[in-house]
């Protein structure tokens, strides 16, 4: 079975500094794992996905997260937070079906 | 670019009403579409896959009784939630893959917010 743990259900950063949001993934089988955005009272946003290939993926709005098999890892990060990044994050492993993490609300200081 | 469409965007109906949720994909095909529901400031539960042409495959511990799902052409499922009751209020969210089962370009739905007075 596949899962997806993510650590810290909010996150608080001062704009323009660095955002770290952690996953970790468990899988029988090579993952596809993704990093979804939801904005309040919206649908889901893809922000970037890892199939295959390189393991540092680049997504929308200057997302990028790292995919490293021997930490079971998917973290996002963006190298400078901006106040419009304040949303909820989830972290998802699988391919037909997907499942979703907790999800970690971000937090964006002035 | 593919989109997924959700009707309506919100409802409110009565205890023990039924209620219907659309979701479409516009511009493509979607022989598989999934439902995930979505209680206040928690994550998306998948609660079942639906499939045209055959019976939707349900999650452990959702009702199929309940949840009733059709997968009715391929560009349309929907989401019948029978017999309301209060705790069954939530944010119903719908995906669609974008090609045959075993990709991984999933398209969301926006969302139903489901009231149940």
Wanted: proline letters at 5%; aromatic letters at 12%; glycine letters at 8%.
């Amino acid at each position: 079975a596949q899962s997806v743990t993510q650590l810290g259900s909010h996150v608080s950063v001062s704009e323009g500094a660095l955002v770290l949001l952690r996953c970790n993934y468990s899988s029988s089988v090579p993952p596809y794992l993704f990093w979804y955005v939801q904005y309040p009272n919206q649908g889901l946003q893809l922000l970037l996905k890892y199939t295959t290939g390189a393991t540092l993926v680049k997504g929308i709005n200057g997302f990028e997260a790292e995919f490293k098999k021997s930490e079971t890892s998917f973290h996002l990060t963006k190298p400078s937070a901006h106040m419009s990044d304040a949303a909820e994050y989830f972290c998802a492993v699988g391919d037909d079906k997907i499942i979703f993490g907790k999800g970690t609300r971000l937090h964006i200081l002035p | 670019g593919a989109v997924v469409s959700q009707h309506p965007s919100r409802v409110i109906c009565k205890s023990g009403t039924s209620v219907k949720i659309e979701c479409r994909s516009l511009d493509f095909q979607a022989t598989t579409m999934f439902w995930y529901r979505q209680f206040p400031k928690q994550s998306l539960m998948l609660m079942a896959t639906s499939n045209e042409g055959s019976k939707a495959t349900y999650e452990q511990g959702v009702e199929k009784d309940k949840f009733l799902i059709n997968h009715a052409s391929l560009t349309l499922s929907t989401l019948t939630v029978t017999s309301a009751h209060p705790e069954d209020s939530s944010f119903y969210i719908c995906s669609a893959p974008l090609s045959p089962a075993g990709t991984y370009e999933q398209y969301f739905g926006p969302g139903t917010r489901l009231t149940v007075t």
